[in-house]
């Protein structure tokens, strides 16, 4: 949530961080802003809106600066306004800031510095912590800007990672991590920072990723970096395994569908290398080098949020029934403020696309110092959660760069279904014979997505046909439960209709009062254990005139005389089916959002990365 970018160097400050802004668009897209330093002089600008807006205003505008900083701004404290926008400048003018995060204890703060005669211009806890900083600098002997940042940061609480510029200082920003992410591109006398590393790809692939209480001092040609107790430590630089196409929209107009017609390959990538089923062989060295552990793990806890969360709960199903091992699949937000009960040795299964969820992160923080073994389940590579889990496994789903993830979503499901499969066959709680035949499915999954989206036309009718329904229910069984509360929280963040996803079962014990011939209900009724169940609940749907939209199994013949529109996927085993029956529902929602007009990339009100509870 928020974006940030930061350049100091040869080049024009201006252009690089504008062009970074738009790549980080999808943390926040309530206000942006730029504060540029040329020889000494600082100006800041910003503007309510989308990136473009700020785009606008500076043109024709002097913006000539060979440092800068800026930001987009998903809104905490303060309405989305030009007077809430960062960055924000400092009483005296002299500092200006960048903040992603939210400082908690910025009331009392406030009010100290109030009772000192400070003013403020906007409503936002950013514009404290710097007055605070400058504060603490002028009460410090005018002390340097890094001590009395040190002093600050650690009287505040909450999450942070901020860029400082100083007029005084006219070629460093100094920036400070604790909670939010920070990556900083080392270039031949330059330096780029930034909240992912898409600002920096195009320039150099050299990279430090910032730790929490850690501040780094940048000048073009030097990186200095301390723990907040004033140690210098050496930076540790890793190589960008990420390519420019892969953030780019590549044709297609939204990267959301981008994102969704590349599942053919993102689900190959996540499965090569793995994944051999002439073999017969599973290979992820994380699951191998702690097998003991998982596969004698007294319960499994997997701790996630929203989509992610989805597909853990899949993953309870797969894991139960093929490791034989119980589940308990968590919302970290919950799990984090009650008293779960973790041992040492609980293992716990982290899943996150972005790797930088505030609460999923600090729930596993949580459970670490309870002695938690910690598996990450992440696609964002070097996240914090990849680097504070035990062992993990990568989605290698690429950048997902659309606000609503999918290509994330089928990729977890693939890892997970490996790893299930791997511990099950280590355990010896899978027959031979399924083990075999799930790795053949699975190798045959990216075809089969290949399949689906050809008809992807289909699903662009059906959704002009019920693009003006105010409410949907989306149901399904067994594995395909946790897929109608996927396509439910899709449609609802895309198109902002009004959805819930339910078990088809419960729907009797009050979701059925909602049926009439105005509503909608999307179900998941593919050829498996549940079967005969789901096409009972659809005649219970039809006998009180909901339309029916189903996803159904090619070849199946029943469903299609209860549906008033259906759509067939390929067969495929039920464990593994969720992969294939999310893909329509992935399409619904964006065609439906597309047909009312909405910026699917970038809906209202929502950030991609969220960095704050
Ligand atoms: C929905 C969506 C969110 C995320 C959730 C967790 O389309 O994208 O619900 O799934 O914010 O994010 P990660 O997976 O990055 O931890």
């Not at 514009?127 to 890094?146: A, R």
């Not at 400082?164 to 200082?169: G, K, M, P, S």
């Not at 900083?184 to 910032?210: M, N, Q, R, W």
């Not at 059925?512 to 509503?519: F, K, N, Q, R």
Request: glycine share 8%; proline share 4%.
């Amino acid at each position: 949530m928020c974006g940030i970018v930061g350049y100091t160097g040869p080049r024009q400050a201006y252009p690089v961080i504008l062009k970074g802004l738009k790549r980080l668009e999808y943390r926040g897209y309530d206000s942006s802003g730029v504060a540029l330093m040329n020889g000494g002089k600082l100006k800041v600008f910003k503007k309510k809106g989308k990136v473009a807006e700020l785009e606008e205003l500076l043109i024709g505008k002097d913006v000539e600066a060979n440092i800068g900083i800026g930001h987009t701004r998903w809104a905490t404290h303060g309405e989305p306004s030009d007077r809430n926008a960062h960055p924000h400048s400092s009483a005296s003018g002299r500092l200006a800031i960048i903040h992603n995060g939210i400082i908690e204890n910025y009331a009392q703060i406030k009010k100290e510095l109030l009772n000192k005669g400070y003013t403020f211009t906007s409503d936002t806890d950013t514009e404290v912590l710097l007055n605070f900083i400058e504060d603490i600098q002028k009460n410090n002997n005018n002390g340097s800007l890094e001590e009395a940042l040190r002093i600050a940061l650690k009287r505040v609480s909450g999450a942070y990672c901020i860029l400082l510029v100083d007029q005084n200082d006219p070629h460093t920003i100094i920036a400070a991590r604790k909670g939010s992410p920070l990556v900083i591109g080392i270039g031949k006398g330059e330096h780029f920072l930034a909240s992912d590393a898409s600002p920096i790809i195009e320039y150099t692939k050299e990279v430090v990723y910032v730790n929490d209480y850690e501040l780094a001092i940048v000048k073009p040609d030097e990186l200095i970096l301390k723990n907040i107790g004033n140690e210098t430590i050496t930076p540790y630089i890793t190589k960008l395994d990420m390519e420019l196409a892969a953030i780019e929209k590549g044709g297609y107009d939204h990267f959301m569908i981008k994102e969704i017609f590349e599942q053919p390959s993102t689900i190959y990538d996540c499965l090569r290398g793995r994944l051999d089923a002439a073999a017969g062989t599973i290979t992820m060295s994380g699951v191998e080098e702690n097998i003991e552990q998982l596969k004698n793990a007294s319960r499994i806890m997997i701790i996630a949020c929203g989509t992610s969360w989805h597909a853990g709960l899949v993953a309870e199903y797969i894991i139960e029934e093929l490791c034989r091992i119980p589940v308990e699949v968590e919302y970290a937000s919950e799990f984090r403020y009650r008293n779960p009960i973790v041992n040492k040795g609980d293992v716990i299964i982290a899943i996150s696309q972005s790797g930088e969820t505030a609460d999923t992160l600090v729930a596993l923080e949580k459970a670490k110092e309870n002695g938690a073994f910690i598996f990450g389940i992440v696609n964002a590579v070097g996240s914090s959660i990849a680097r504070i889990s035990h062992a993990g496994a990568y989605t290698h789903a690429g950048p997902e760069i659309g606000v609503a993830s999918t290509k994330a979503f089928t990729g977890q499901l693939t890892v997970l279904s490996m790893m299930a499969l791997k511990i099950a066959k280590e355990k010896g709680s899978i027959s031979n014979e399924r083990y075999l035949g799930l790795l053949n499915e699975l190798q045959d999954i990216p075809e089969k997505v290949e399949s689906i989206l050809k008809n992807a036309e289909d699903i662009r009718k059906i959704a002009e046909h019920y693009k003006d329904a105010s409410d949907f229910l989306f149901l399904g069984r067994g594995y395909n439960f946790p897929v109608a509360l996927e396509g439910a929280l899709k449609l609802k963040e895309i198109s902002y209709i009004h959805a819930e996803g339910y078990p088809a079962a419960e729907m009797k014990h009050g979701p059925i009062a909602l049926v009439d011939e105005t509503l909608p209900v999307v179900f998941i009724a593919t050829k498996d254990l549940y079967h005969e169940k789901i096409v009972s609940n659809m005649q219970e749907i039809k006998a009180r005139k909901g339309k029916i939209i189903s996803i159904i199994t090619e070849g199946d013949d029943v469903t299609p005389g209860l549906s008033d529109h259906y759509f067939e996927i390929p067969p495929a085993d039920e464990l593994i089916a969720p992969i294939l029956t999310v893909i329509p529902l992935q399409l619904l929602s964006y065609y439906v959002g597309t047909a009312k007009g909405i910026d699917v990339d970038k809906p209202r009100n929502l950030a991609k990365s969220v960095t704050v509870e």
